[in-house]
């Protein structure tokens, strides 16, 4: 079992710059695909991006791709997302989540069994 602590939102500028960390404790860290997600007012938890094991792969969504990156230190057992030219529609809650599956390559949120409980970002225009 793992459990997720995020940080780092905030109020930011359009074309500005966050980084979210994502704190886990818990045993075999290292053997959890981590992903963040993100959840804006009225709207569902959307896939942002996933990262494997050893933090060798990752994957983006459409939306965030060539802006955010994803990257992990399962030394201290940390997550982190740092996101670049960021846009008003990048306003959301953002959760850090962990799956210990045999694929590190999951986008879909009900295939995630556990959840921190969420930073906010916003950005104003």
């Known amino acids: 079992q793992v459990q997720l602590v995020e940080s780092g939102g905030g109020l930011v500028q359009a074309g500005g710059s966050l980084r979210l960390s994502c704190a886990a404790s818990?045993?075999?860290?290292?053997?959890?695909?981590m992903a963040w997600f993100r959840q804006a007012p009225g709207k569902e938890r959307e896939f942002v991006g996933v990262?494997?094991?050893?933090?060798?792969?990752?994957s983006y969504s459409d939306s965030v791709k060539g802006r955010f990156t994803i990257s992990r230190d399962n030394a201290k057992k940390m997550v982190y997302l740092q996101m670049n030219s960021l846009k008003p529609e990048d306003t959301a809650v953002y959760y850090c989540?962990?799956?210990?599956?045999?694929?590190?390559?999951?986008?879909?949120?009900?295939?995630?069994?556990?959840w921190g409980q969420g930073t906010q970002v916003t950005v104003s225009s």
């Open positions: 989540a962990a799956d210990r599956g045999s694929s590190w390559y999951i986008i879909e949120a009900e295939d995630y069994d556990y």
């Open positions: 818990g045993r075999s860290f290292s053997s959890y695909a």
């Open positions: 990262i494997s094991w050893s933090g060798g792969r990752t």
